[in-house]
């Protein structure tokens, strides 16, 4: 890639946040608020306080997950619409592997609840995977169809069968203590980082980053991520060079569907410890958007995760104090998507033309 | 990127918006600041939510009080919404709906000198609240069974309906006083019951109560209580439709479809609102569970002009002595 394509790719996700900004700006205007007024209570919300930044990093943590299981999957050429399912499915799994852990140490528990949580996501996601291998049945179907599996059979099993007894909150007992993760509060204040104890950023963070680097890792490092990135760029030549198209495109899936089933190391074992009916704001559906705006690369994500925990956490902020709904949020959010997407496009297509441009240029030069 | 004319026009309109006054929360006389945090289904309900943020509007009205309101939209955001409120100085918060009750808690804990208040409180067995949170419960069963009398004497093929919103102990305390008081009056009366989901949404899909309704109307029921928030919204249009009746809830809501709603059971969250903050503003507040039932005036049935009409004085005796006999503990009321 030249340097130019470099800052292309670089500044487009940038380019259409600041876009994005300007439109919401004008929706702000249009229902009467001040956008200035706005937009600086919305990031004083964000970054006005050690407090926020540190809901600012929980509430980009589980967006991380599911942005990693959607943007993995996309290299292998699968879209994975089911990470609402399948963090479903990794978290009803921690939970109830988690309720049944009462005495079992903490170095033993944690790691067997974090296991658990992605075994749970990775076994939902290997149903449509081995659909699309075994019967060629698009994906996309499938892991929506299996999203409303997951939500349902959860909610019958929390509500029917799991629930604490005597409460009305469709809700499990708590987990073993064991099996909770440390808050980060406590460690942060000793390095002199003021995090309020009641910040409910978690260790789980911790985690996150360890599965951006083992994205990376797994598809820049390993002749498994080397097979999948070749069937995802050309399954025909990868079958003729000797992949197993089929098996990658299951594993694929199961992989994607462990870094969703994972987003309960946050929401079940560092934050509310228990599991609750329907806990997921569309965390699953987020993600899709997270590893679009992080072009499908795991720094990207790490990096778009962020922004949308900047904006839902200064998004409550206006929702609370300011008289805008928190639908013009939402507005924002879609706007911001749909930038990048033009503002990608617009951009590659730029740099397609300049560098045909330069290669006819040399060609003609060495001829 | 952008084409300057539109930068331009953009930028002026910032500009001047910079002058127009943006709406603070609405001031008071008095520097009492209160913050009430929504269930599903929002402001806007016409039910549940309503008739909690009718009760603050009234304080605010009676007492001067400054306030601010929201709805989260994830869950997180409950216990990130009631601390953001605490930490900006609210004097009291108010969080409408059960599903607060673990958030409520253990924010109230870390900021005791403010109150809390918390409507359908999920009291754990043997639990203690901290002294600045008090839970509201209401004894639905009691004014549901109120409402199942109304019911069994208005209706004429002895088929009546109840739709729930979210299947869950606190709706089944409706269905069960319902029915209870339904079978007082006609003991072999058949009763149809169904349920709109499992989910916090079920409280909130008025397009499902009404193909819900419409399915139970279609078979010979004349009457339909809903227990589902703004789901109930499409039930009461259903009723409309159909020439027949629905029964409101939380809220009176008989003014939906005049003549179609044969009255609703009123669950006053807005009394009980109102009380919370007056107390809290005259320092008589007392944390602990607060349990309000008829005799408390804590939930009851509406008549009003848009139902005096369907609710004979017949009826409207035979409730009224029902409802002496519960607060008179001789009529006992099922609540599952």
């Not at chain 1, 800052?7 to 929706?27: D, E, K, N, R």
């Not at chain 2, 349920?195 to 499902?208: E, I, L, S, V």
């Not at chain 2, 809290?280 to 607060?290: H, K, M």
């Amino acid at each position: 890639m030249s340097r130019f394509a470099k800052a292309v790719s670089v500044l487009s996700p940038v380019i259409a946040v600041a876009a994005a900004l300007l439109v919401g700006g004008l929706v702000v205007m249009a229902i009467g608020e001040s956008p200035l007024r706005v937009y600086s209570i919305l990031f004083r919300g964000a970054f006005g306080s050690v407090d926020s930044l540190g809901y600012v990093v929980f509430n980009a943590c589980p967006l991380i997950f599911t942005g990693l299981a959607v943007a993995f999957a996309f290299r292998a050429g699968l879209f994975n619409i089911g990470g609402e399912g399948q963090l479903y499915v990794g978290s009803f799994v921690c939970a109830w592997v988690g309720l049944k852990l009462g005495g079992v140490p903490a170095a033993l528990a944690v790691p067997l609840l974090v296991l658990a949580s992605a075994a749970g996501g990775a076994a939902w996601a290997a149903i449509p995977g081995f659909l699309k291998a075994r019967f060629g049945v698009h994906e996309v179907i499938n892991t929506i169809m299996l999203n409303f599996i997951a939500i349902g059979l959860t909610s019958y099993f929390v509500i029917n069968v799991f629930k604490e007894p005597g409460q009305m909150t469709p809700q499990t007992a708590e987990i073993a203590a064991s099996g909770q993760l440390p808050r980060l509060a406590g460690a942060l204040q000793s390095v002199g980082i003021p995090l309020p104890a009641a910040n409910p950023l978690n260790a789980s963070i911790l985690i996150a980053l360890g599965a951006v680097w083992a994205a990376w890792f797994i598809l820049n490092r390993t002749t498994l991520g080397y097979e999948i990135r070749a069937v995802g760029l050309n399954p025909s030549a990868a079958e003729y060079a000797g992949i197993n198209v089929r098996r990658m495109l299951v594993v694929a899936m199961m992989i994607s569907g462990a870094f969703a089933g994972l987003v309960a190391t946050n929401e079940i074992m560092g934050f509310r410890y228990r599991y609750l009916d329907n806990f997921s704001a569309q965390i699953g559906f987020m993600g899709i958007a997270v590893a679009l705006l992080g072009k499908n690369t795991p720094l990207g994500v790490l990096f778009a995760a962020l922004l949308f925990g900047v904006l839902n956490t200064g998004a409550l902020e206006v929702d609370v104090f300011t008289d805008v709904p928190r639908e013009l949020i939402l507005v924002l959010q879609a706007v911001t998507i749909i930038l990048v997407v033009v503002a990608n496009e617009v951009l590659t297509k730029k740099l397609r033309e300049r560098e045909a441009g330069a290669a006819s240029q040399a060609t003609e030069e060495s001829a | 990127m952008m084409r300057k004319p539109l930068l331009a026009v953009l930028l002026l309109g910032i500009v001047l918006s910079l002058g127009c006054a943006s709406d603070e929360p609405s001031e008071g006389e008095s520097d009492f600041k209160v913050g009430m945090v929504f269930d599903v289904g929002g402001k806007g309900d016409k039910s549940f939510n309503d008739s909690a943020y009718r009760g603050m509007l009234n304080a605010a009205d009676d007492f001067g009080v400054e306030f601010t309101e929201f709805e989260p939209g994830q869950d997180a955001d409950r216990e990130v919404g009631l601390r953001k409120l605490a930490g900006a100085g609210y004097d009291m918060i108010i969080g409408v709906g059960f599903l607060f009750s673990d958030a409520i808690k253990k924010v109230a804990r870390d900021y005791p000198d403010t109150k809390f208040a918390c409507v359908d409180y999920d009291v754990r067995p043997g639990e203690e609240l901290p002294p600045n949170l008090v839970g509201l419960r209401f004894r639905e069963e009691e004014g549901s069974f109120l409402v199942g009398v109304l019911a069994a004497m208005h209706t004429e093929t002895d088929r009546i309906g109840f739709v729930g919103g979210m299947d869950i102990p606190l709706i089944h305390k409706f269905e069960a006083g319902y029915i209870a008081g339904a079978r007082h009056v006609t003991p072999g009366i058949s009763i149809t019951v169904v349920y709109a989901g499992t989910t916090p949404q079920a409280f909130a899909d008025p397009a499902k109560g009404k193909e819900l309704a419409l399915l139970q109307y279609g078979r010979g029921v004349d009457v339909i209580y809903h227990a589902s928030g703004s789901t109930g919204n499409g039930v009461i249009e259903a009723a409309r439709e159909a020439g027949a009746y629905a029964i409101g809830v939380d809220s009176n809501q008989n003014y939906m479809a005049p003549g179609h709603v044969l009255t609703s059971m009123v669950k006053r969250v807005d009394n009980a609102v109102y009380k919370a903050i007056r107390d809290a503003l005259e320092g008589t507040f007392e944390g602990g569970i607060e349990e309000l039932g008829l005799a408390e005036n804590g939930v009851g049935y509406a008549l009003d002009k848009h139902n005096e009409d369907l609710i004979t004085e017949e009826m409207t005796k035979a409730v009224e002595d029902v409802r002496a006999a519960i607060i008179a503990g001789e009529i006992e009321v099922p609540s599952s």
